[in-house]
C-alpha cells in the first residue's frame, strides 16, 4: 500500500468545551480518504483538511445504498496514551461488511494504519475529561455516477473523527426497552450481519414510535420469521442473565458480531460464569421474569459500552429488570472493559493498541 | 409552496448521439433541488446547473441510509408533445416510502410541478429515436452532518435527468431468472414495500452470483420466512400466466407497489383476462410447468415496461417458459403500454400528463 500523503490544514478550528461535546456533533480539522477504481485499485491515501465531499448527484451511494461503516473510539489513557481497542476486529469486520454489499476489501493491516496517522495528525483533539474519548467512524461509499442496479466501479473511503462527551455522566443509567412485534430489522439471507447504512434506516420509525407512543428509549427487535426470537436491542447486541446464566442471541446471520459482545463473552467466561449463545425467545424472557430468574439485562455497543436494561414493555406487558437498577454483572463489565480502555486496567488480552 | 427559482447554466454541453445512449450514464445540464430544515420546512425550490452536491462526510445519508428515490421517464410523442406516465402515482409512492423511512413528505402536486418544470427547462434532452426516453430520478437524502442513529433535522430533494436509449434495440428479449434460496431481498415489517437505496444495496450480491455463477440475468426472489413464495424479479414486479389466468404476488409489506404493476393489471382486467394478486409459490411454477400450463412470466418495471421470462433456473432444475420466446400477452401488453407512453394509442384511461 502506497504511504499516507498528508496535507495540514492552514486553520486549525477552536476546539469545543470538553463539557458540552455531546456525540457525534463536533469534528476535527483533518480526514483521511481513500479512492478506488476498477483499474487502479484503492489508491491515493491521503490526509487532508477536514471538509465537504464533492459528489455527483448520480452517485450510487444515493440510489443503491452501496456503503458500509464501522465506529471505534481512541482513548487517552491515564498514563497519557492514545489506546485503540481491538481495532484489527473493526479492519476485519468492514470487510466482512464490504464482501457482503459487493464492495472491494481494504488492506485490513493499512486500515488500521489509516486509524492510527490520522489519530496521530489529530492527538490534541483527543479529550482527557473522565469518560472522553475520540469517536472514529471509518466508511466507504459507492462515488460512481451512474444509474443502474450493479456494483460501483469507484468508492470512496474516508475516516472522520469527532470528540465525544461522556456517555454515563452519572454513572449506568438502565434504560426502558419496547419490544418491537411490528418491524423487523433484519433476517437471514438480508444484510442484518453486515455493518451497512440500511440497516439503520430501515430501524428508524421503530425507534421513534418507542419513544413516542410507550416512552421507550430503545427497540428490541425480534427475528423476521417467527416473531419471537430476541435479535438486538437498538443497534447494540443484548444479553440476559437468567439464574446465573448469561444468554445471548447466536450469530445467525441477521444480527451484528459486535466487538463489544465478544469481549463481554470472553471476559464472562473468564470469570467463571456460564455464556450460552443460543436462540433465546421473548417468551423464555417473560417467563425467567415470572419465575424471579431474570437476573440482568444489557446491551453492548461501542457507544456506551454496556447498556443496562431495567424494563421491557411488550405486548402491554410491562417488567421491571433488577428492579430497575443496574446489575453487579453489567458493572463489572463496564467497569473491567472502560478499565482496559482508559489503561486503568492491566491489558493482559492485548485488546488495546497504541497510535 | 413557493415558486421555482432558475438558474440556467452559461455553457450547455454536447448531447450525447442518441444511437449510444445506454442507460443512466449521461446526465442533463440542469437539475432541481430543495432542502430541508425542521425549522423551515422544504424550502428554496430551484433549478440550478447540473453539478456536485457539497456534503460534509458526516451527513447522515452516508452513514444511516435514509433515503428514498423513485424513477419515472419523459416520452416525446409522435406528436411532438412530452409526455409523463403517471407520475402522481410516482408522488404518492415517493411520501408513501419517506414515511417508512422517517422522511418528511412532499406536496405532492408541487412534486409534479417540479418535475415539469425542469422537463420544460430540459426538453432539448428527450430524445427523439424510437424506444429512447429521458429518464427521470427524483430523490431526497438525509443531509444533516451528525452521528448518531436518529431521523435527520436536514434533507435535500432533487431531481435529475438522463437521455436513456430503447431498452430493446431488437424487439422484446426474453431473460434468464435465477431463482435464489440464499439471499433474501426483504421480509415483511421491514422496508421491502419502500423505494429506499438500502433493499438495492441488499440485493447487489445475489445479482451478481446470478450472473457469475449461473449465466442469469436477474434474481427471482423468494419471500424472507418460508422461502417459497415469489416476491420479485431483479427490482420488478413480476406475473406469471398459468391455465389463462395471470397471478401476480399481492402487496404484502415486503415487496414494491409498481406503478407498471398497476398499470398492467389494469389493462389485462380490461381485456378479459382474470388476475389474481395472492401468494405464490415456486413450487406452484414448477408444477405448472411440468404440466404445461404456464404460459407465460414477465417482470413489469419503469425501465424494461414489459421484461418477458425465457426461463428460470431453481435447485438445479431449470425449465424453459413458451420455447424462449415472448408470449402473446407480455407482447401486447408492452406494445399497449409504450403505445400509450408515445402517444401512439389514444390515452383513455388518463395515465399520460403534458409537460
Not at 492514545?82 to 493499512?110: V, W
Not at 434504560?175 to 439503520?200: E, L
Not at 428508524?204 to 425480534?222: F, R
Request: charged share 20%; aromatic share 10%.
Amino acid at each position: 500500500m502506497n504511504p499516507i500523503r498528508i496535507e495540514k490544514s492552514t486553520q486549525l478550528k477552536p476546539k469545543p468545551e470538553q463539557q458540552s461535546l455531546g456525540f457525534g456533533k463536533h469534528f476535527t480539522d483533518h480526514m483521511f480518504l481513500m479512492d478506488y477504481s476498477s483499474d487502479e485499485g484503492w489508491h491515493d491515501a491521503r490526509i487532508v483538511p477536514y471538509g465537504p465531499l464533492e459528489l455527483d448527484p448520480a452517485s450510487m451511494v444515493f440510489h443503491y445504498g452501496q456503503a458500509v461503516f464501522e465506529g471505534l473510539k481512541a482513548y487517552r489513557s491515564v498514563d497519557e496514551q492514545i489506546l485503540l481497542f481491538r481495532p484489527d476486529k473493526n479492519a476485519q469486520r468492514i470487510n466482512h461488511s464490504s464482501t457482503r454489499i459487493s464492495i472491494p476489501p481494504i488492506d485490513e493491516a493499512f486500515f488500521v494504519e489509516a486509524l492510527q496517522t490520522l489519530i496521530r495528525v489529530e492527538a490534541d483533539w483527543i479529550p482527557s475529561m473522565e469518560g472522553t474519548s475520540l469517536y472514529i467512524r471509518p466508511f466507504i461509499i459507492a462515488t460512481e455516477a451512474a444509474l443502474g442496479v450493479r456494483s460501483s466501479d469507484h468508492y470512496l473511503f474516508a475516516i472522520i473523527l469527532s470528540p465525544g462527551g461522556a456517555y454515563y455522566e452519572e454513572g449506568l443509567k438502565p434504560i426502558r426497552i419496547f419490544v418491537d412485534n411490528h418491524y423487523v430489522r433484519a433476517v437471514q439471507g438480508g444484510t442484518g450481519h453486515a455493518k451497512t447504512p440500511g440497516n439503520y434506516a430501515s430501524s428508524l420509525k421503530g425507534q421513534m414510535e418507542a419513544k413516542e407512543q410507550h416512552n421507550c428509549s430503545q427497540v428490541l427487535w425480534l427475528d423476521g420469521i417467527e416473531r419471537t426470537y430476541i435479535e438486538e436491542v437498538g443497534s447494540m447486541n443484548v444479553f440476559f442473565k437468567i439464574n446465573g446464566e448469561v444468554i445471548t442471541p447466536e450469530l445467525n446471520g441477521s444480527i451484528l458480531e459486535g466487538i463489544t459482545r465478544n469481549s463481554v463473552i470472553h471476559l464472562l467466561r473468564e470469570w467463571g460464569i456460564h455464556v450460552s449463545e443460543r436462540k433465546i425467545s421473548i417468551d423464555e424472557i417473560m417467563r425467567a421474569s415470572d419465575d424471579g430468574l431474570l437476573e440482568e439485562v444489557f446491551g453492548t455497543g461501542t457507544a456506551a459500552v454496556i447498556s443496562p436494561v431495567g424494563g421491557l414493555f411488550w405486548n402491554n406487558r410491562d417488567i421491571v429488570i433488577n428492579e430497575g437498577i443496574t446489575g453487579a454483572c453489567s458493572q463489572k463489565l463496564y467497569d473491567t472493559l472502560t478499565g482496559i480502555q482508559y489503561g486503568k486496567v492491566q491489558d493482559k488480552w492485548g485488546w488495546t493498541v497504541k497510535c
